[in-house]
């Protein structure tokens, strides 16, 4: 089993930064695939960003490329989301997920998640 545990939301004005972290816990060994989502009120849950195989690639949409990175410690079993320049729209419920199947596409169906962290932008 795996568990996965975001932390790092808050709530900070437009232009403001954030790091959100997702701690892995169980047998995390090759997962090669992790990723970020987030949910906004009143809307569907989106993929923002994912990593695959230990940082051999990642990928965003473009809502948040050039604002967001998304990486990852294997060492510590830890995926990251660096979020700068975060403007109200960014406003959401974030969601760290991952999965041992290999090749997952984007956006993808992932069998773990988190339970969620809140970010909030003020203008």
């Known amino acids: 089993q795996v568990q996965l545990v975001e932390s790092g939301g808050g709530s900070v004005q437009a232009g403001g930064s954030l790091r959100l972290s997702c701690a892995a816990y169980g047998n995390t060994y090759r997962m090669p695939c992790m990723g970020w989502f987030r949910q906004a009120p009143g809307t569907g849950r989106e993929q923002i960003a994912a990593?695959?195989?230990?940082?051999?690639?990642?990928y965003y949409i473009d809502a948040v490329k050039g604002r967001f990175t998304i990486s990852q410690d294997n060492a510590k079993d830890t995926l990251y989301l660096q979020m700068n320049s975060l403007q109200p729209d960014d406003t959401a419920m974030y969601y760290c997920a991952a999965d041992y199947r290999p090749g997952c596409p984007f956006p993808f169906e992932y069998n773990y998640w988190g339970q969620g962290t809140q970010v909030t932008v003020s203008s």
């Open positions: 990593i695959y195989n230990g940082g051999d690639r990642t």
